[in-house]
Antibody
Framework: QLQLQESGPGLVKPSETVSLTCTVS??????????WGWIRQPPGKGLEWLGS???????HYNPSLRTRGTISVDTSNNQFSLRLRSVTAADTAMYYC???????????????WGQGTLVIVSS | DMQMTQSPSSLSASVGDRVTITCQAS??????LNWYQQKPGKAPKLLIY???NLETGVPPRFSGSGYGTDFSFTISSLQPEDIATYYC????????FGQGTRLEIK
């Protein structure tokens, strides 16, 4: 069945850029009715949607992320990525990737999730 | 900005109890609301979509209802494996999650 796996550096210094990748396996990456999203969760806190991308490259961002974050897609490798610039301690979190059902550009539910990758911002 | 107010923030109940969590949207979101379960150390799992539809494979003791601004999520008979944090998520105006409800066994 479809699986998602996040990968990332683990530890990042303040002011640097962190790049995370989600690899999709066991199913279709190029389905019309799905987007691929990033969601993060600071330790002990709730969930925050960061943004989502369609395999065509169409993106949607949380307005709070728009100036620092970029989501991209690599269909040849069934991957999508998040780049977050100028990180601070507030960006320390578990970062999840997930498949998101959609109707055109209307984003809906996250129905399959990766296990998450922890990013710690510290000098 | 859309705000989702979820309550209570924590809840303690006994096995077999009926448990209800509510989620209130700051604006009308029609039925564009989902519910997730997150067990400690795990990724969230989709339980209910479009306010009241049960995701495939989810036990029928879980249910959701509501429309507009007021929504509820119910476990009809609490089981030990239901210990988790539950989140609502709206998708009418961007994507926003509620603050979560931590459910414990009494």
């Amino acid at each position: 069945q479809l699986q998602l796996q996040e990968s990332g550096p683990g530890l990042v210094k303040p002011s640097e850029t962190v790049s995370l990748t989600c690899t999709v396996s066991g199913g279709s990456f190029s389905g019309r009715n799905y987007h691929w999203g990033w969601i993060r969760q600071p330790p002990g806190k709730g969930l925050e949607w960061l943004g989502s991308i369609h395999y065509t490259g169409s993106t949607h961002y949380n307005p709070s992320l728009r100036t620092r974050g970029t989501i991209s897609v690599d269909t040849s490798n069934n991957q999508f990525s998040l780049r977050l610039r100028s990180v601070t301690a507030a960006d320390t979190a578990m970062y999840y990737c997930a498949r998101q059902s959609s109707s055109g550009e209307w984003l809906e539910a996250f129905d399959i999730w990766g296990q998450g990758t922890l990013v710690i911002v510290s000098s | 900005d859309m705000q989702m107010t979820q309550s209570p923030s924590s809840l303690s109940a006994s096995v077999g109890d009926r448990v209800t969590i509510t989620c209130q949207a700051s604006h009308d979101i029609r039925n564009y609301l989902n519910w997730y379960q997150q067990k400690p150390g795990k990724a969230p799992k989709l339980l209910i979509y479009d306010a009241s539809n049960l995701e495939t494979g989810v036990p029928p003791r879980f249910s959701g209802s509501g429309y507009g601004t007021d929504f509820s999520f119910t476990i009809s008979s609490l089981q030990p494996e239901d210990i988790a944090t539950y989140y609502c998520q709206q998708y009418d105006d961007n994507i926003t999650f509620g603050q979560g409800t931590r459910l414990e066994i009494k």
